[in-house]
């Protein structure tokens, strides 16, 4: 589908690793900025706690009704989700190879997040993809609301130089290499 809804869907899992209240602050800001029914679709498993605590700051900050924690969802399901959504939102802190951003970028929606190495790798050279400073949530927000507000955004998808495999075995070399030191 190419019909685009007013959906924004965080990428990661809801954990502060991924970004999620940095995701939920930025929401705040980017509601008053868009000036229409947005909701910030959260998909992923969830401890009960962790979900109170989340749904509870979201009460603090007036965002409650416009936040949706699915929870787990399948596969496809959260496919159909990322394709109608106008762009992802994606405050990542840590990363390695983000199939999320590979996936939105596939479907057809643009990607807002941090400037994390693993992204700057892979995606920063192409549109769709705005990377801000890691940790500025006014950035996040203010390259969010432009994304959003552009009915014109071009997507492009990635070209990987690499074989699938090379890349793994990057990553497991870094990963090792992480264990060892």
Same mark, same amino acid.
């Given at each position: 589908?190419?019909?685009?809804?007013?959906?924004?869907?965080?990428?990661?899992?809801?954990?502060?690793?991924?970004?999620?209240?940095?995701?939920?602050?930025?929401?705040?800001?980017?509601?008053?900025?868009?000036?229409?029914?947005?909701?910030?679709?959260?998909?992923?498993?969830?401890?009960?706690?962790? +979900?109170?605590?989340?749904? =509870?700051?979201?009460?603090?900050?007036?965002?409650?009704?416009?936040?949706?924690?699915?929870?787990?969802?399948?596969?496809?399901?959260?496919?159909?989700?990322?394709?109608?959504?106008?762009?992802?939102?994606?405050? =990542?802190?840590?990363?390695?190879?983000?199939?999320?951003?590979?996936?939105?970028?596939?479907?057809?929606?643009?990607?807002?997040?941090?400037?994390?190495?693993?992204?700057?790798?892979?995606?920063?050279? +192409?549109?769709?993809?705005? +990377?801000?400073?890691?940790?500025?949530?006014?950035? +996040?927000?203010?390259?969010?609301?432009?994304?959003?507000?552009?009915?014109?955004?071009?997507?492009?998808?990635?070209?990987?130089?690499?074989?699938?495999?090379?890349?793994?075995?990057?990553?497991?070399?870094?990963?090792?290499?992480?264990?060892?030191?």
């Amino acid at each position: 589908t190419r019909k685009k809804e007013n959906i924004v869907i965080f990428g990661g899992r809801p954990a502060p690793e991924k970004g999620i209240i940095d995701a939920l602050l930025s929401w705040k800001k980017i509601l008053r900025g868009v000036n229409r029914d947005y909701k910030l679709v959260v998909t992923g498993d969830i401890q009960p706690n962790i +979900l109170a605590e989340l749904k =509870s700051f979201c009460q603090r900050i007036n965002i409650e009704d416009k936040v949706l924690f699915t929870g787990f969802i399948p596969r496809e399901e959260r496919l159909s989700l990322v394709t109608k959504a106008k762009m992802m939102l994606y405050p =990542s802190h840590a990363d390695s190879f983000s199939y999320a951003v590979l996936e939105a970028l596939n479907l057809n929606t643009p990607v807002v997040a941090y400037d994390i190495p693993a992204l700057r790798l892979y995606y920063s050279n +192409l549109e769709g993809v705005t +990377l801000v400073r890691e940790s500025d949530i006014e950035a +996040l927000t203010q390259k969010s609301i432009e994304t959003i507000s552009n009915e014109n955004i071009k997507v492009e998808k990635p070209k990987f130089i690499k074989r699938w495999d090379d890349i793994m075995d990057e990553e497991t070399k870094i990963i090792r290499f992480c264990l060892t030191k």
